[in-house]
């Protein structure tokens, strides 16, 4: 292999490391946006921060297996299509996303989620109109629930 | 394993709305972990859809990926009515169930 050969070859591996394919050793399956894409519809450019959406969890989680998270709104209802929970650093950002209807009267929705380490959660809106409301609360992971 | 796919709906009046909490009975596999002992993936294994249904009218779904955690718990207000809610769940496995509970606030 002559130097330009190895020069490319560094070049793709950066490029490569930049999309976030490794994990550690838990494979990295979406960055980020590309979770926000494909399972919401959305991209970080649509997206505004918003007190309006408020994000609850704990400040440190022991288990990162189980890490209860509430995303609440005020917000009218029938203004939104979608809540959204993502954890922005696990292998899969994605976690649930909840279908709102008429017959629901608040927005607000608790589950228990899996985070791979210390990250984000991010707590998302969707508006009928196309775009996101979103609000984070960090979350210091002590071990984590992914692998 | 025998509970897999079995769920809990229970519900309590809060103000002028139902609060309904749901647990499904699912090991929610997220395909990222490793068998400590023998090293081998464990293959994924997790609900992906969940729909509620009120008196067999929609009233909310959700969607989710294996970031749920093990025997994931649904938490949500509902307008207040009487009759039956159903839940209708599957997996990447493609199983399917379903629950109902008769509501009476």
């Known amino acids: ?10 070049g793709v591996g950066l490029v490569l490391g930049g999309t976030g394919v490794s994990f550690g050793d838990i494979p990295r399956f979406y960055t980020l946006e590309e979770a926000l894409r494909k399972f919401a519809g ?9 007190n309006k959406v408020k994000v609850i969890a704990p400040n440190l989680a022991e288990d990162g297996a189980n890490v209860k998270v509430e995303v609440l709104a005020n917000l009218d209802p029938k203004k939104v299509e979608a809540l959204y929970i993502f954890s922005d650093d696990n292998p899969n950002p994605f976690i649930l996303e909840f279908k709102v209807s008429p017959y629901i ?18 707590g998302i809106v969707k508006l009928k109109n196309g775009k996101g409301l979103y609000n984070l609360k960090k979350v210091e992971v002590v071990a984590g629930g992914c692998g | ?17 139902l609060l309904f909490n749901v647990v499904i009975f699912h090991p929610m596999e997220p395909g990222t972990r490793k068998d400590p002992v023998t090293g081998k993936k464990i293959p994924a294994h997790y609900l992906t859809k969940l729909e509620v249904k009120f008196n067999g009218k929609r009233v909310a779904s959700f969607r989710m ?9 649904f938490t949500f207000y509902l307008k207040p009515q009487k009759g039956k809610i159903t839940l209708e769940y599957e997996d990447n496995k493609g199983n399917k169930w379903r629950a109902e509970k008769e509501v009476n606030p």
Request: proline share 3%.
């Open chain 2, 1 to 17: 394993m025998g509970l897999i796919g079995r769920a809990i709906i229970r519900y309590r009046r809060e103000g002028d709305y």
């Open chain 1, 42 to 50: 959305l991209s970080k450019k649509k997206l505004v921060k918003s």
């Open chain 1, 1 to 10: 292999m002559n130097r330009r050969d190895f020069i490319k070859l560094v």
């Open chain 2, 65 to 73: 990926s294996g970031g749920v955690s093990k025997n994931p718990v």
């Open chain 1, 105 to 122: 009267p608040k927005l607000y929705v608790k589950t228990r989620i899996k985070m791979a380490k210390t990250s984000y959660v991010r």
